[in-house]
Every structure is written in C-alpha cells, then in structure tokens.
C-alpha cells in the first residue's frame, strides 16, 4: 500500500488522491498498519485521503490528517466514495484506488470511468 501511495505521489498532474480501503486479514497488527498508512501518505504528500469502510479505515483518515495531509475525508462504502469523487474531483487529479480485494474499490473506478473495471 506504501508502494502504491509513493508512485501516486510522483505522477505528475494536478492534486494527489489517495482513495484508500482497508488491508484486510492484518489481525492484531490492523490499527497499526493502517494508521501507519495514513501517516506515509501525508510524508509522500498526498493532498487527498478518502479512507473507504469501517473503524480502520477511519484511523487510517485520522493518522493521515494528523500527520498533516491538506485534506480527509472517511466514507463506510463505495458508493458513497464514488459521490464524493465525482463533486470533487478536477481535471488532471492523479488517482490512486487501492485495497484489499475483499473492499472491492474496483467499483468506486468503474463508476467513475464508467468503463468495466475488475480487480487487479
């Protein structure tokens, strides 16, 4: 997830977004990981957090905004992600959309592109 955040962070265009679900199966290691995430993205400066699903998906957004990152926002599911985007977003914005297969953020992309997308 680090990885993916970072080459966000280097793609040239306008603002960075990192629409980020949770890491599924981390166990007692979960809170950390996504909080850790959160922080990574504000140090790669990510301008955009959208933290998509439940409790560690919202510490991710918190950890974010606390380390800094201009912008947060935590919605409980995809459909809502892709509303958010779609009053948000602004020509040449970099993208990122990732998760755990199981959030399937695949449909927050396909909404937005109306184009069929599948998980990677």
Do not use: C, Y
């Not at 966000?8 to 166990?27: D, H, K, Q, S």
């Not at 957004?61 to 009053?87: M, Q, R, Y």
């Amino acid at each position: 997830m680090t990885e993916a955040a970072d080459s966000t962070a280097e793609a040239e265009g306008g603002r960075r977004i990192a629409v980020l679900g949770e890491m599924l199966e981390l166990g007692d290691q979960a809170v950390d990981a996504h909080r850790e995430v959160g922080r990574f993205a504000a140090e790669v400066g990510v301008d955009l957090v959208l933290a998509v699903g439940g409790a560690n998906a919202k510490q991710l957004a918190l950890a974010a905004g606390a380390a800094g990152v201009p912008e947060i926002a935590f919605v409980a599911d995809n459909e809502t992600a892709a509303t958010f985007l779609e009053s948000t977003l602004k020509r040449g914005d970099v993208v990122l959309v990732k998760a755990s297969r199981g959030g399937q953020l695949w449909q927050i992309a396909q909404a937005l592109t109306g184009q069929p997308v599948t998980s990677l």
